[in-house]
């Protein structure tokens, strides 16, 4: 059997430009898509928490702080029972409300968590601290705090910066365990959480503590901090830059490192809004929005 030419396409496709232009649409729209599905599972995981310790009565008063969060072998995240109160103790929902209450509501929690997955992992893991893995499956500490102030209609945008001069000294706060001085603008706020600007000795601290924890718990969710301090025409200089990890796993190297250039007065905005930065108070209570009278 010998071989013809075709006479004609098997096919037709629309214009190169117009695909084009439908793919990238598309999958923009895709990407807005799975952040807004992530900040709203977010919100319900938070609400999820409440109602099983309120019996679904959402006035009445609770505590909790953080849930933990195992990841599936699809990808997807569960709840395990796990929680933490504002004052740092681990519970149960078992030892809370009982067996029976804690299993319905485990059971109707993991239908949302089911949510939060690598399509929406932009949203959720800025708000979690990674633990050691369980049975051989990553575990996540998710900050409800931080996850039932996320806006459901998407980020506010931000306000155009005011001067150095207005903004103010307080402590703030990432992840419910490390505490540094940093300088703020309260009108530069997204969701509630701040945009603070350490120093450079402030800066010191924070890289050797997320190197600590990323030695401790893994580099899969921890961005790191690094000094690098060297000399140039005889003067000390110091080079600031951050790592993020996740991206080096997820193939995309080209946004893994970013070097952090210093404002007027040589402070560093170490994470700047991603990282959710939030205020605490004298009494270490989270300020989320922050109001500088209220602090």
Same mark, same amino acid.
């Given at each position: 059997?010998? %071989? ?9 496709? *629309? ?11 598309? +999958?923009?729209?895709? /990407? ?8 709203? &599972? ?42 933490? =109160? ?9 030892? =809370? ?23 929406? $992992? ?14 051989? @499956? ?18 506010? *945008? ?7 001069? =207005? &903004? ?12 540094? *001085? ?16 350490? %120093? +450079?000795?402030?800066? @010191? @601290?924070?890289?050797?503590? =997320? $190197? ?16 690098? %301090? ?15 990890? &996740? ?26 809004? %991603? ?10 209570? *989270? ?5 500088? /009278?209220?602090?």
């Amino acid at each position: 059997m010998s %071989d013809q030419a075709p006479s004609r396409p098997a096919y037709r496709l *629309p214009d190169s430009g117009a695909l084009g232009a439908a793919t990238d649409t598309t +999958l923009k729209d895709a /990407e807005r898509a799975h952040e807004q599905l992530g900040r709203v &599972m977010v919100v319900v995981t938070a609400a999820a928490v409440r109602d099983i310790l309120t019996g679904c009565k959402p006035d009445a008063p609770f505590d909790a702080a953080a849930v933990e969060l195992v990841e599936g072998a699809d990808g997807s995240l569960f709840p395990n029972g796990r929680y933490w =109160t504002l004052a740092g103790d681990e519970r149960t929902f078992t030892e =809370t409300v009982g067996l029976t209450e804690a299993g319905n509501g485990i059971h109707d929690m993991s239908g949302w968590t089911a949510y939060l997955d690598d399509n929406t $992992q932009d949203v959720w893991r800025p708000l979690c601290t990674e633990l050691p893995d369980r049975n051989g @499956r990553p575990a996540y500490r998710l900050d409800l705090l931080r996850a039932a102030a996320v806006t459901l209609d998407g980020p506010v *945008p931000v306000p155009a910066a005011r001067p150095l001069s =207005t &903004m103010v000294d307080v402590m703030v706060c990432a992840n419910d365990v490390y505490r540094y *001085p940093a300088l703020v603008d309260p009108a530069v706020q997204r969701d509630g959480f701040v945009k603070p600007w350490f %120093d +450079l000795d402030t800066v @010191r @601290r924070i890289a050797a503590d =997320t $190197q600590a924890d990323a030695a401790r718990f893994g580099h899969g969710s921890i961005d790191t901090v690094h000094v690098l %301090d060297g000399m140039v025409e005889r003067k000390a200089q110091a080079v600031v830059l951050v790592i993020s990890w &996740m991206y080096i796993g997820g193939g995309r190297n080209e946004k893994a490192t970013e070097i952090l250039q210093p404002n007027a007065d040589g402070r560093y905005a170490i994470g700047g809004l %991603d990282w959710c930065w939030y205020v605490v108070g004298d009494d270490l209570t *989270p300020q989320i929005p922050f109001q500088p /009278e209220a602090v």
